[in-house]
């Protein structure tokens, strides 16, 4: 290898208006270049607790364990299904879209007996269909996903809490790419796990997972054993079941890191840490409802744009995500093409679509600190160019005309 080649990373200027990640917010690329500190620096075990007391407000909870697991969003979700599911245990995963399948494929491996419901990619789940099958199948513990921005659809969950607490299910939902742009109430929906990423609606980079965990999934998982707690002769009396079969994931030894006792687990990802804080920091103090009106704002601008290009979209659109659209490609055009002349000639990055909608779906997201009328305006002009130069033929400048009106009309003073 030739070092000479390798120049200090410098990667190209992108507007990133796909389905995530998207551009971090300026202010918490600086946070994350902060110097490091020890792991138990008083300084640093002081930035652990406001982290906690943080994303209890992003959460909507008084839950006292909302903590920041190291990984990206999955690393959130292993950490929950493989610290609160047992082998054997039946789970209920409603699947509309591709990570609805995820949740299967991890419980699979936390060897749940797993059991679905579907609707076509482009619904959700009325309430009473879950609850018929919680009914049916008594599982005992619900898997939902909130924003699944592979269908960028919006599952309902207001209602879901109430029907768990009734059957006694445990409720989890991964938040990962709504969490910020639309309501999520973990308590007042009677949520007992949740779990995020930086990645969409809250401006920051990949790397940490948020998570809140309710008193009774804390019960759950605290009851279950550890090795250094005697697994070999607990085992025999126990069963080997109550074993968490994993040391990282193991949100028990997370908790204990991040609570009072500070028993060493891993070593906190220090910058990722600064770039988490800083985020919830930036979004409670815009508000959560503010910091929600403002992904519709955006997400409905670019929603009458695409409209007035003549573009239809996907799915139902009583049930999309704020942050995120989901359009068909007209026929006409390559998507991939449009897609690469997007990133070539305008440095603006729009989504592709995985499985049954690859191909047919572009997904445009508006979140985080692109959630923006500049980077709106500028995503309608460049798209609708493309367009018109590869053959599908639009009233050039109607696009983003009808964002801008809306924009007028709607918030004239956003940003
Ligand atoms: C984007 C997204 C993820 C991403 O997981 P990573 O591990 O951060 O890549 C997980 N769940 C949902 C619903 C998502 O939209």
């Not at 779990?195 to 948020?210: V, W, Y």
């Not at 919830?280 to 409905?300: M, S, T, V, Y």
Request: glycine share 10%; hydrophobic share 40%.
């Amino acid at each position: 290898m030739d070092l000479s080649q390798i120049s200090s990373i410098n990667p190209p200027q992108r507007l990133l208006m796909g389905p995530g990640p998207i551009n971090a917010d300026p202010r918490v690329l600086r946070a994350m270049s902060s110097q490091l500190i020890g792991q138990y620096d008083p300084a640093m075990t002081g930035y652990m607790n406001e982290v906690m007391a943080l994303y209890r407000g992003v959460f909507c909870t008084q839950n006292q364990w909302t903590l920041l697991v190291n990984g990206t969003s999955r690393a959130g979700i292993e950490a929950i299904l493989l610290s609160a599911i047992k082998p054997g245990d039946k789970v209920l995963v409603p699947v509309f879209g591709r990570f609805g399948h995820l949740l299967c494929e991890i419980a699979h491996r936390c060897r749940a007996e797993v059991h679905t419901i579907d609707v076509p990619w482009g619904e959700v789940f009325t309430a009473d269909q879950i609850e018929d099958a919680v009914r049916r199948i008594k599982p005992r513990l619900l898997l939902t996903v909130q924003g699944d921005t592979s269908t960028t659809m919006l599952q309902p969950l207001a209602e879901l809490g109430e029907i768990c607490r009734r059957y006694g299910v445990l409720f989890y939902t991964d938040a990962t790419a709504s969490l910020g742009g639309n309501a999520l109430e973990t308590d007042a929906w009677g949520l007992d796990a949740v779990s995020a990423g930086m990645q969409k609606c809250l401006g920051g980079p990949s790397g940490t997972s948020p998570v809140t965990l309710s008193a009774q999934m804390t019960e759950v998982i605290r009851r279950r054993r550890r090795v250094e707690q005697g697994i070999r002769t607990d085992a025999h009396q126990q069963g080997e079941d109550e074993m968490i079969y994993s040391n990282y994931f193991d949100l028990g030894m997370i908790m204990d890191y991040w609570g009072a006792e500070r028993l060493n687990h891993h070593t906190e990802a220090t910058s990722a840490l600064f770039a988490a804080r800083e985020c919830a920091r930036i979004l409670l103090q815009e508000g959560i409802d503010e910091g929600i009106a403002r992904h519709k704002l955006h997400g409905d601008a670019m929603l009458q744009g695409i409209r007035a290009m003549g573009l239809t979209v996907f799915g139902d659109v009583r049930h999309k995500m704020n942050n995120v659209l989901g359009v068909m490609i007209p026929a006409q055009v390559n998507g991939d093409q449009v897609r690469s002349m997007m990133l070539n000639d305008f440095g603006i990055e729009i989504g592709t679509s995985f499985g049954p909608l690859h191909g047919k779906v572009w997904r445009i997201g508006t979140m985080g600190y692109n959630a923006r009328k500049q980077c709106v305006l500028q995503t309608l002009t460049a798209l609708e160019a493309v367009l018109n130069r590869l053959g599908f033929i639009t009233r050039q400048g109607a696009a983003m005309q009808a964002a801008w009106d809306h924009y007028l009309t709607e918030a004239p003073h956003a940003e």
